[in-house]
């Protein structure tokens, strides 16, 4: 069974420093893997995807995040945080075996950013 | 271009009711797919949609339904609400089962 473990569920970086969210996965076959980040009182948005082609996805706002087979990781980094990246984020894999497209995301990393 | 709605955004129901969420994909998908997402929680799998039957089932018991109609739009179904019920409620649409899945922002659930 696939599975994704979000290490750290709160995040403080200062404004302007580097954000680093991490993202381990279980899969049985090779995964696709995703970031969402979640606003208060709103649905997901999608940050980036991972689909088996280049190993580092960049994505929207500045973030990207780097496929590491080694490490079973897909962690998302963005060099300089910004007041509006304040929100949640989920990492999710969808292990992709024939009929079975189902995402599961982790429990999620609130990230605060402090002015 | 509108993306995934959802209604009602609210919602308030007893134990032991009945409640039908709502779901209109975007525009030129086909696939709908609903999770629940407890407070302080990632959203979990409840079922897919494609093609008005149901294709993939997560961890859920048969009081959660759904329905799929011609022009791609879905409705989930809960009955005999628990308080555990109480949850966001977020229809994802993709443009086949294994598109990428763009969320709506969810219809919020309380059981009282």
């Known amino acids: 069974a696939q599975s994704v473990t979000q290490l750290g569920s709160h995040v403080s970086v200062s404004e302007g420093a580097l954000v680093l969210l991490r993202c381990n996965y279980s899969?049985?076959?090779?995964?696709?893997l995703f970031w969402y980040v979640q606003y208060p009182n709103q649905g997901l948005q999608l940050l980036l995807k991972?689909?088996?082609?280049?190993?580092l996805v960049k994505g929207i706002n500045g973030f990207e995040a780097e496929f590491k087979k080694s490490e079973t990781s897909f962690h998302l980094t963005k060099p300089s945080a910004h007041m509006s990246d304040a929100a949640e984020y989920f990492c999710?894999?969808?292990?992709?075996?024939?009929?079975?497209?189902?995402?599961?995301f982790g429990k999620g990393t609130k990230l605060s950013v402090i002015p | 271009d509108a993306g995934v709605t959802q209604s009602p955004t609210h919602l308030i129901k007893t134990r032991g009711q009945q409640v039908t969420l709502r779901c209109s994909p975007k525009?030129?998908?086909?696939?709908v797919s609903w999770y629940q997402q407890a407070l302080g929680q990632g959203p979990q799998f409840i079922f897919q949609?494609?093609?008005?039957?149901?294709?993939q089932r997560g961890n859920f018991p048969d009081r959660f339904s759904g329905h799929q109609f011609p022009n791609y739009s879905s409705e989930l179904n809960v009955n005999a609400l628990l308080l555990g019920d109480s949850a966001l409620y977020l229809c994802?649409?993709?443009?086949?089962?294994?598109?990428?899945?763009?969320f709506g922002d969810g219809t919020r659930l309380s059981i009282l």
């Open positions: 994802a649409s993709s443009p086949s089962p294994g598109g990428t899945q763009h």
């Open positions: 899969s049985s076959v090779p995964p696709y």
């Open positions: 991972y689909t088996s082609a280049a190993t």
């Open positions: 999710a894999v969808s292990d992709r075996k024939a009929g079975s497209y189902q995402l599961t």
């Open positions: 525009s030129g998908h086909d696939t």
């Open positions: 949609y494609y093609e008005e039957e149901e294709r």
